[in-house]
């Protein structure tokens, strides 16, 4: 089993700054993509920034030059580094895992040849005065 373990929102002052990891427990072999994306209230869930197991990252134009995301590939962790928030930067953040493999095991030795899409339960983000 694959759980997506999500941590780092709160409240925070506009131009302040917060960080966001995530990592993805159980036997994880490999993905193709971590990412983060936010639902703001009554708005459909949106991608922020996404960075691929070879490291290519790309972001939403509403945040480029603010947030930056990074990620351990041994560990299986992305962090967000959120910089300058603004309140518009409000929104629940999910993160999501695509195209993960899973090591194979004695009982399931054919477990890396699926992959599957995974989310985490989501993490409030509040930037407010």
């Known amino acids: 089993q694959v759980q997506l373990v999500e941590s780092g929102g709160g409240l925070v002052q506009p131009g302040g700054s917060l960080r966001l990891s995530c990592t993805a427990s159980?036997?994880?072999?490999?993905?193709?993509?971590m990412a983060w994306y936010r639902q703001a209230p009554g708005e459909q869930r949106d991608l922020v920034a996404s960075?691929?197991?070879?490291?290519?990252?790309h972001y939403a134009d509403s945040v480029k030059d603010r947030f930056s995301i990074s990620g351990d590939n041994a560990k299986h962790t992305i962090d967000l580094e959120m910089n300058s928030l603004k309140p518009e930067d409000t929104a629940v953040y999910y993160c999501k895992a695509e195209g993960l493999r899973m090591r194979p095991t004695d009982s399931d030795p054919a477990a890396a040849l699926y992959d599957y899409d995974y989310w985490g339960q989501g993490t409030q983000v509040t930037v407010s005065s």
């Open positions: 960075i691929t197991w070879d490291g290519f990252d």
């Open positions: 159980g036997n994880v072999l490999r993905y193709d993509r």
